[in-house]
Nanobody, 124 residues
């Protein structure tokens, strides 16, 4: 059973930064494509960023490109999301996800495992 546990969320002022982490159990972390999604109040879950198993390929939603950076440390079984220049519209619950399915990183069907989420609140 693979478990994903996010941490690092919190309250920050607009323009500030946060770094989310996602600790993944198991010995095959490097096999998994990983992603970050978020769900804002009253909205559907949306893709934020994705990264290949080796970390060599990354994907970003247009809304976060240039502000957020996804990375992973396969030796530590940990996924990260560095969020800079945060805006109030970034307020959401952020989820990490991992999987070995084919298809686009942008869609939830690629991912088999999900964390419980961590709240990020950006005040104006």
């Amino acid at each position: 059973q693979v478990q994903l546990v996010e941490s690092g969320g919190g309250l920050v002022q607009a323009g500030g930064s946060l770094r989310l982490s996602c600790a993944v159990s198991g010995r095959t972390f490097s096999r998994y494509a990983m992603g970050w999604f978020r769900r804002a109040p009253g909205k559907e879950r949306e893709f934020v960023a994705g990264i290949s198993g080796s970390g060599g390929i990354t994907y970003y939603a247009d809304s976060v490109k240039g502000r957020f950076t996804i990375s992973r440390d396969n030796a530590k079984n940990t996924l990260y999301l560095q969020m800079n220049s945060l805006k109030p519209e970034d307020t959401a619950v952020y989820y990490c996800a991992g999987g070995t399915n084919g298809g686009s990183y942008y869609y939830t069907q690629k991912y088999d495992y999900w964390g419980q989420g961590t709240q990020v609140t950006v005040s104006s």
